[in-house]
């Protein structure tokens, strides 16, 4: 249902089942899957790519142009997957040359007042609670939750099923599974209960748990801790996991709670 109120450019790809309210803006190169809801006062602007059985409330505005001075006009996404809800007023840019595209996954809930932008790649199962401002070319994996008013440097990579405190200041890579809290930001132990929740047994979390204690327990440097994890630990998905992050990051992780 389109409603008469509002604008939808001609070259706007909309599938029939879309409800558009009143006073909506929709740009040209512009598509929106089975399903979706827009409600009154959206803008969504030019290379914004909406899934299924989506709902934006009012407010939101999708694929406006990145707040990066380096962008010149390219012709760049902004995607939103599948089962996702955007919140009041949130904000999604869209991408510059460095990847071409910002990326908001599957069944993701962002919160109001909440600003993802560009380049950012935010995977599946994710919140990010009210008022959280994600800086460009952050990664969110699948299953991280972000509290309410948290602010996350330009390029920080956040592990899958973390949790973060409301209210922190990320400024390092936080590794998978663990909660990440308190001022300075510092890993406060993993989130036992959220694996649980995803089904996680409990052999898994004593392992998850087990490497934790090597990489801020026990002394060790991050790579001495990881090569004692290597040689002593037995290989196992979440294993390689924690490993393969902390070798791949550029920031660093967070640190331990002194």
Same mark, same amino acid.
């Given at each position: 249902?389109?409603?008469?109120?509002?604008? +939808?450019?001609?070259?706007?790809?909309?599938?029939?089942?879309?409800?558009?309210?009143?006073?909506? @803006?929709?740009?040209? /190169?512009?598509?929106?899957?089975? =399903?979706?809801? #827009?409600?009154?006062?959206?803008?969504?602007?030019?290379?914004?790519?909406?899934?299924?059985?989506? @709902? #934006?409330?009012?407010?939101?505005?999708?694929?406006?142009?990145?707040?990066?001075?380096?962008?010149?006009?390219?012709?760049?996404?902004?995607?939103? =997957?599948?089962?996702?809800t955007i919140r009041e007023c949130v904000t999604v840019n869209r991408g510059t040359?460095?990847? =071409?595209?910002?990326?908001?996954?599957?069944?993701?809930?962002?919160?109001?007042?909440?600003?993802?932008?560009?380049?950012?790649?935010?995977? /599946?199962?994710?919140?990010?609670?009210?008022?959280?401002?994600?800086?460009?070319?952050?990664?969110?994996?699948?299953?991280?939750?972000?509290?309410?008013?948290?602010?996350?440097h330009q390029f920080c990579h956040i592990g899958a099923h973390v949790m973060i405190?409301?209210?922190?200041?990320?400024?390092?890579?936080?590794?998978?599974?663990?909660?990440?809290?308190?001022?300075?930001?510092?890993?406060?132990?993993?989130?036992?209960?959220?694996?649980?929740?995803?089904?996680? @047994?409990?052999?898994?979390?004593?392992? +998850?748990?087990? #490497?934790?204690?090597?990489?801020?327990?026990?002394?060790?440097?991050?790579?001495?801790?990881?090569?004692?994890?290597?040689?002593?630990?037995?290989?196992?998905?979440?294993?390689?996991?924690?490993?393969?992050?902390?070798?791949?990051?550029?920031?660093? #992780?967070?640190?331990?709670?002194?």
């Amino acid at each position: 249902m389109k409603q008469p109120l509002a604008y +939808i450019h001609p070259d706007a790809k909309i599938a029939p089942s879309v409800v558009i309210d009143p006073f909506v @803006t929709i740009d040209r /190169n512009v598509e929106i899957g089975e =399903g979706t809801r #827009i409600a009154s006062n959206v803008t969504i602007m030019e290379g914004s790519r909406i899934g299924r059985n989506c @709902t #934006i409330f009012p407010g939101a505005v999708i694929g406006a142009v990145p707040q990066d001075l380096k962008f010149k006009g390219e012709d760049t996404l902004a995607i939103i =997957g599948d089962n996702t809800t955007i919140r009041e007023c949130v904000t999604v840019n869209r991408g510059t040359a460095a990847k =071409g595209k910002t990326v908001v996954g599957n069944n993701c809930l962002i919160m109001a007042y909440s600003h993802i932008a560009h380049d950012c790649l935010v995977g /599946n199962n994710i919140i990010i609670a009210n008022a959280s401002q994600i800086a460009g070319e952050v990664q969110i994996d699948d299953f991280a939750i972000v509290g309410g008013g948290t602010l996350i440097h330009q390029f920080c990579h956040i592990g899958a099923h973390v949790m973060i405190q409301g209210g922190a200041l990320v400024n390092k890579d936080i590794p998978p599974y663990v909660k990440a809290a308190r001022e300075p930001i510092a890993y406060a132990g993993i989130n036992s209960v959220g694996l649980r929740r995803r089904s996680f @047994t409990n052999e898994q979390i004593r392992d +998850i748990q087990e #490497i934790y204690r090597y990489l801020y327990l026990s002394g060790y440097n991050n790579s001495d801790a990881v090569e004692h994890i290597e040689a002593e630990l037995p290989a196992t998905r979440e294993r390689d996991e924690i490993i393969m992050f902390v070798r791949n990051s550029k920031r660093g #992780i967070i640190k331990g709670y002194l």
